[in-house]
């Protein structure tokens, strides 16, 4: 017999986490190279739509974040080109302007202080989902990190631009990382930026599994214990992190410039 068999799924767990801490080691990268690899996994996975959304992370000095340059797509973004900016949108490091609609992000900043990362994409399932008015849902083991993590902007404030739009997804998002912003997109925030990058991925990848299953019929409902249970067995830095390093070895080949 395995002595394996011995232990109960907890046990299991538990040795299985410390493995993980272990053993997932990963390639470390500076803020500017995973900001910018992360726009490059971005493209591949779908999440372009032209010289739409944002992705930022803090700076080092409180009021400050790095984001791309408008007028330049997630493809072609290196960590040599992005600039560094204020809470005013005023250029710190770097040549270029931000996209302006980057000032909502200064909001969320300010009302949370665990988010370091924020990435607004137009992906196409998630951007379809949110024409039709209901929340995304959370039916799947794959992406159960955003279980009960999701909330849903249902009234679509208009362009992203100004202090109201700021306050109202701010105050929508509340503690949660994700939200669905109705005849708009999909936003993800995380602790950092593999965490935020990830559930990036994960959003894109329910809301096209979620438009396919209510096209065959009713979606059924997690049981709340075992989707909590998911959430914490995927969604840990450790994984987040080994799931980062595994997109940058997928996309690094064709995308190595970005690093620079």
């Given at each position: 017999?395995?002595?394996?068999?011995?232990?109960?799924?907890?046990?299991?767990?538990?040795?299985?986490?410390?493995?993980?801490?272990?053993?997932?080691?990963?390639?470390?990268?500076?803020?500017?190279?995973?900001?910018?690899?992360?726009?490059?996994?971005?493209?591949?996975?779908?999440?372009?739509?032209?010289?739409?959304?944002?992705?930022?992370?803090?700076?080092?000095?409180?009021?400050?974040?790095?984001?791309?340059?408008?007028?330049?797509?997630?493809?072609?973004?290196?960590?040599?080109?992005?600039?560094?900016?204020?809470?005013?949108?005023?250029?710190?490091?770097?040549?270029?302007?931000?996209?302006?609609?980057?000032?909502?992000?200064?909001?969320?900043?300010?009302?949370?202080?665990?988010?370091?990362?924020?990435?607004?994409?137009?992906?196409?399932?998630?951007?379809?989902?949110?024409?039709?008015?209901?929340?995304?849902?959370?039916?799947?083991?794959?992406?159960?990190?955003?279980?009960?993590?999701?909330?849903?902007?249902?009234?679509?404030?208009?362009?992203?631009?100004?202090?109201?739009?700021?306050?109202?997804?701010?105050?929508?998002?509340?503690?949660?990382?994700?939200?669905?912003?109705?005849?708009?997109?999909?936003?993800?925030?995380?602790?950092?930026?593999?965490?935020?990058?990830?559930?990036?991925?994960?959003?894109e990848r329910a809301a096209k599994m979620q438009l396919k299953a209510m096209s065959a019929g009713?979606?059924?409902?997690?049981?709340?214990?075992?989707?909590?249970?998911?959430?914490?067995?995927?969604?840990?830095?450790?994984?987040?992190?080994?799931?980062?390093?595994?997109?940058?070895?997928?996309?690094?080949?064709?995308?190595?410039d970005c690093i620079n």
């Amino acid at each position: 017999m395995f002595k394996s068999s011995l232990l109960s799924k907890d046990e299991i767990v538990k040795k299985s986490l410390s493995d993980m801490e272990e053993h997932l080691n990963v390639r470390e990268w500076d803020i500017r190279q995973k900001l910018a690899l992360t726009c490059r996994i971005l493209f591949m996975m779908g999440h372009d739509s032209g010289l739409a959304g944002q992705i930022t992370a803090r700076g080092a000095e409180p009021g400050t974040w790095y984001t791309q340059q408008l007028g330049l797509g997630f493809n072609e973004i290196k960590a040599s080109n992005l600039l560094l900016v204020n809470d005013d949108l005023e250029v710190i490091e770097g040549d270029g302007m931000p996209n302006p609609a980057n000032r909502f992000h200064s909001w969320l900043y300010n009302k949370r202080k665990d988010i370091n990362c924020i990435i607004h994409t137009h992906p196409f399932n998630s951007s379809t989902l949110s024409m039709l008015g209901v929340p995304l849902i959370i039916s799947h083991m794959d992406v159960c990190p955003l279980y009960d993590d999701c909330a849903f902007l249902e009234k679509w404030p208009g362009i992203p631009v100004g202090n109201e739009e700021g306050k109202i997804i701010s105050e929508t998002l509340g503690s949660k990382k994700t939200i669905l912003l109705a005849h708009h997109g999909q936003l993800s925030t995380g602790e950092n930026i593999e965490e935020a990058c990830n559930l990036a991925i994960l959003f894109e990848r329910a809301a096209k599994m979620q438009l396919k299953a209510m096209s065959a019929g009713i979606i059924k409902e997690l049981d709340e214990c075992l989707a909590s249970e998911a959430r914490k067995w995927i969604a840990r830095p450790v994984r987040h992190k080994a799931a980062f390093a595994y997109y940058c070895r997928r996309f690094m080949e064709e995308h190595a410039d970005c690093i620079n």
